[in-house]
């Protein structure tokens, strides 16, 4: 089927055309105008990457809610048992520090996404614009490596739900190791079963999870106002006022609940791809897509840590777990409890893990290899590359991978900085879409590298992570790389994003004023 391809240069479309390319499995994508004058390269495109305009690609605001919800829930315990400080915080100030550190984190986020939703292209494509059609890999690779750690880890998650499901059977152990087990086989296998039928399954099980999710939550509340073992939202003995005992005390809280949004930030555009406007012509141009994005996450990430603080204080559960462990407790001794408590963990986990991790891993592996490796094939890469990752640390004892994955994310501010300076300030929200997919043209730089970007890379990531210590990195009595940067330490993230953001934006405009006649 022919399909209206995304806006040019110009802004302006032209007419209609077809180019077929083959994907990793053989199928055939139909594109338009921007593709008439010649297939996209094999080497750089295929199905999966292309904005075809197909069934699954069809999102909605209330599918990407779906997602939040999910997400919001298996990350808001998680979040304030690692805050830095959140006992002797009110609940207005804890509010407040996961409020502001959503902010930090999804701004720059929604305008990368901005691409994805105008273009209909991942992540990993549109990257290609700033970093080169071979250079988009680094930033690609990278995020595929954080998220493949993240997905072993949070897949554990739902290994415990289904332990806390079958009770007496113990299928959370096998020869006394409690990760490589037939609940994790089992829970691996449902991931594997969702992702491989590409986006059109993951939105389906996120439609049917999420009132699964608001049902147990619902209940859970109701359980705890009504058997409560404390007052809701208490305030802390001691808590710190408002002045500036509250920002020199809230400074490594935010920096804690930043790094943990850090991940999820950057995984936000490959789901609004999803929904692009690249894929439906003008009349598929849709604000519910971004306002879902853009207005829902927040709301709900923020009402989500409200509910769990309320939770916490009603329930009488210490921040030191994870949302399903505080289900759990709060449950306690309510009939059924248990089975309500593991179907929560379950769905929720399966959903968000596979909406913020498998997806975006799919596509950046996709992206390096794309004659051949399609979406499916590089989610169950991804998904067993992930499972040997978290089975190494266990088994070893070494929680270094999970420690490597933080470092990496520290990287996650420069990219966001450089890609939002190529997207809005360089090119003006103007890309031409088949070039991302072809040798030469304007995204080809020097052999498919933008040195540009790469040496923004670096020096954003070395002043981002450069002076981590080895209390926050695990690095141990090595202690940071760099004494000097550890006073940017806290705020690695955001100086990244600055440092690398503006280190590019004034390099390429140099190089621009000095040719004028280039890209």
């Not at 008439?36 to 904005?51: E, I, K, M, V, W």
């Not at 986990?349 to 996709?366: E, H, I, P, Q």
């Not at 991978?401 to 103007?430: H, K, N």
């Not at 540009?452 to 954003?460: H, K, Q, T």
């Amino acid at each position: 089927m022919a399909a209206r391809g995304p806006v040019g240069e110009a802004g302006e479309r032209g007419t209609r055309g077809e180019a077929a390319c083959p994907g990793a499995g053989g199928a055939v994508s139909a594109v338009s105008d921007p593709y008439a004058d010649g297939a996209p390269d094999r080497r750089y495109a295929n199905a999966d990457l292309l904005p075809a305009e197909t069934g699954e690609f069809r999102w909605r605001w209330w599918d990407f809610a779906a997602v939040w919800v999910c997400v919001s829930w298996t990350l808001a315990a998680l979040m304030l048992s690692g805050m830095p400080g959140a006992d002797r915080f009110s609940w207005p100030q804890t509010l407040l520090v996961c409020g502001v550190a959503q902010v930090l984190v999804l701004l720059p986020s929604f305008l990368v996404e901005h691409a994805g939703d105008r273009y209909g292209v991942p992540f990993a494509v549109f990257a290609r614009s700033a970093f080169g059609i071979r250079g988009a890999a680094l930033p690609a690779l990278l995020r595929f490596a954080s998220a493949c750690v993240w997905f072993g880890f949070q897949a554990d998650l739902g290994v415990q739900g289904i332990t806390l499901l079958t009770g007496d059977l113990e299928l959370g152990t096998l020869g006394g190791s409690d990760f490589l087990s037939p609940a994790y086989l089992v829970f691996l296998g449902l991931q594997l079963w969702i992702i491989t039928k590409g986006p059109r399954g993951l939105r389906r099980f996120a439609d049917l999870a999420a009132p699964v999710l608001i049902a147990g939550l619902v209940v859970a509340f109701l359980w705890v106002f009504t058997h409560a073992r404390g007052p809701m939202l208490p305030e802390p003995a001691r808590p710190v006022g408002w002045g500036a005992d509250f920002w020199l005390e809230a400074a490594p809280a935010l920096a804690s609940a930043t790094a943990l949004f850090a991940a999820v930030g950057l995984t936000v555009p490959d789901l609004v791809h999803l929904g692009g406007s690249g894929r439906g012509g003008e009349e598929g141009r849709r604000s519910g897509v971004r306002l879902g994005v853009g207005v829902l996450l927040p709301v709900v990430m923020t009402g989500m840590s409200l509910y769990t603080m309320a939770l916490m204080s009603g329930s009488g559960y210490s921040a030191d777990g994870y949302a399903g462990s505080l289900t759990q407790h709060a449950l306690d001794g309510m009939p059924g409890g248990a089975l309500v408590a593991a179907v929560m963990l379950i769905v929720a986990t399966l959903c968000g893990n596979l909406g913020m991790n498998l997806v975006s891993a799919a596509y950046d592996l996709s992206s390096t290899a794309p004659s051949r490796i399609g979406f499916r094939g590089a989610a169950v890469i991804a998904a067993l590359a992930g499972s040997a990752v978290v089975w190494w640390s266990r088994s070893s004892s070494d929680y270094q991978a999970l420690v490597w994955a933080d470092l990496a994310e520290g990287f996650f501010g420069t990219v966001s900085g450089i890609l939002v300076a190529e997207y809005w300030i360089v090119r003006r929200t103007r890309l031409r879409p088949a070039d991302l997919y072809r040798r030469g043209g304007p995204y080809w730089y020097a052999g498919g590298w933008n040195w540009r970007a790469v040496v923004s890379f670096l020096v954003g990531g070395v002043l981002a992570v450069g002076g981590s210590s080895g209390e926050n990195s695990g690095l141990g009595a090595n202690g940071p790389a760099l004494p000097f940067l550890s006073a940017l330490d806290d705020f690695g993230w955001l100086v990244g994003l600055v440092a690398a953001g503006g280190l590019y934006t004034v390099l390429t405009l140099r190089a621009r004023a000095a040719a004028p006649e280039g890209d």
